[in-house]
């Protein structure tokens, strides 16, 4: 295999973020997120303190979303979330953009905004992702394109303080031609624009639209070094098959392709 299990385990953030999730999902997805060691669970503010209970001692971070999925909420109120979520035992925040305010032009306000929500997460020992929401994005706004949107935003991100940068939520629905929503999440064409548009340590996630293993390992290709899934079991479960065919081949090849080669 390319990449180790750890490799791409450890950039699975598992998400519990489904509006319907129930106390009995979140439990059970803490204990698949700690049977298959990734990351982080990424979870809602309300949840942080059973999650910490549950995965105190297992290796997986905890980290709650804040102003999701629109990032409307005040400044005032996105630094109160993150206080208290880091105080029930969260160490990783994923912020959302006022997208309102980046697409006016008002890159002032959401420098601001993102800093103050840096500043909070890393008084008290938290990372922080901040999330564009690039489906809403796609056209750009404030008299630039799509791409030098994006990437004026990875710049302004960088310079408030953000660890990651973040392509999506997963709830950007977007209408369609046909009058229904859908979305993209994360794309090649984002993820390597946005990995060239910031400074070697200022990391970037994906997330949204990444549901199986090539996708996970296109994801560490191009750069990423989280990803946000909400299906790690299928993905992690495929590396798992791959491996044992892998080294079931190598050992027929050792084995000059007998029968009973190998140690059988």
């Not at 990734?38 to 971070?61: D, F, H, M, Q, W």
């Not at 044992?244 to 000059?256: I, K, L, M, N, W």
Request: aromatic share 6%; net charge neutral; hydrophobic share 35%.
């Amino acid at each position: 295999m390319k990449y180790t299990y750890e490799d791409l385990a450890k950039m699975i953030d598992h998400s519990l973020l489904h509006p319907t999730m129930t106390d009995r999902e979140l439990e059970d997805g803490c204990r698949l997120a700690a049977k298959y060691g990734v990351a982080s669970v990424c979870i809602k503010p309300y949840a942080v303190k059973r999650a910490a209970e549950l995965l105190r001692g297992t290796g997986v971070n905890v980290g709650c979303v804040i102003g999701f999925p629109h990032g409307h909420s005040a400044t005032a109120v996105k630094c109160f979330e993150t206080r208290t979520a880091c105080g029930d035992g969260a160490v990783e925040i994923d912020m959302v953009i006022n997208i309102g305010k980046a697409l006016s032009g008002e890159w002032d306000f959401v420098e601001a905004d993102v800093k103050a929500v840096c500043d909070e997460a890393h008084r008290h020992g938290a990372k922080v992702k901040v999330i564009f929401e690039n489906d809403y994005l796609a056209k750009g706004g404030a008299g630039l394109d799509g791409d030098a949107f994006k990437a004026r935003l990875c710049g302004l991100c960088e310079r408030a303080g953000a660890d990651w940068v973040k392509t999506s939520t997963g709830y950007g629905f977007v209408k369609q031609p046909d009058g229904s929503y859908n979305y993209k999440g994360a794309t090649e064409h984002d993820l390597a624009l946005m990995r060239a548009s910031c400074s070697p340590k200022v990391q970037v996630k994906a997330a949204g639209g990444v549901r199986d293993l090539d996708g996970l390992i296109k994801v560490r290709d191009l750069g990423g070094t989280r990803c946000g899934a909400t299906a790690t079991a299928a993905m992690m479960d495929e590396y798992r098959r791959r491996e044992a065919a892998e080294a079931a081949g190598r050992a027929t090849e050792s084995g000059g392709g007998k029968i009973g080669a190998g140690g059988y």
